[in-house]
């Protein structure tokens, strides 16, 4: 795993890295690596990515005064867009099972 922790995605976290791009790194198959890296750190690559990137998002707020949405740029998180504004009411047909279920029995 040396060869992981060493590579660029170390460096740049920030950067869209696909599994197979790693793997190519570490000279290996994409599922090869899965199952070492797992074996090794008890954690999957996915976990260990949002782990990085969690850990510089940190160190990024610590350290500047950038705004949440640069520090998720640069630290590589991407982020849902915002929930739009409710647009009407629900339909009738589903609004009225809704207002049932939720009606206090006495």
Known sequence: MHRVSGTPFAANPARGWKLRDIAAIANMSSRHLSRLFNDQTGM???????????????ELLKQTRLDMERVAE???????????????TLPSDAAEPYARNCMIQK
Not at 75 to 86: H, L, Q, S, T, W
């Open 44 to 58: 999957s690559l996915a976990d260990y990515t949002n782990r990085v990137r969690i850990a510089l998002a940190d």
């Open 74 to 88: 640069r630290a590589g998180i991407r982020v849902a867009a915002p929930v739009p504004p409710r647009l009407g």
